[in-house]
């Protein structure tokens, strides 16, 4: 789809715009895996932040490794907390 590519290839509002028109097809595998990836390897924060939170509503318990990853490597603090926010919404709290 368009905003897949979008989410590789866009500048950092355009994948910012991505997410959330990913957003809706979210739980289909091929969707949240190139979200995941982009969540470990996107250069911007925002984009990884938005990604955290988009995961955070969706409570898909298939995003919680890539969340925990992102909580205990990401470099930017605002990235880090969203993931702790998404993993204590699908697991609770005792899942950190």
Known sequence: ?????VLRIGDELARLQAVD???PFA?????RTA???RLSDDREPAVRKAIAELFGRLK??????ALKRTYAEDEDRDVRQAAYKAVALIEGYAGL
Do not use: G, H, I
Request: proline content about 5%.
């Open 1 to 5: 789809s368009e905003a897949m590519k």
């Open 35 to 37: 979200l995941q990836e």
């Open 60 to 65: 898909d318990p298939k995003t919680v490794a």
């Open 27 to 31: 739980r289909d595998d091929k969707v």
């Open 21 to 23: 028109d990913l957003e």
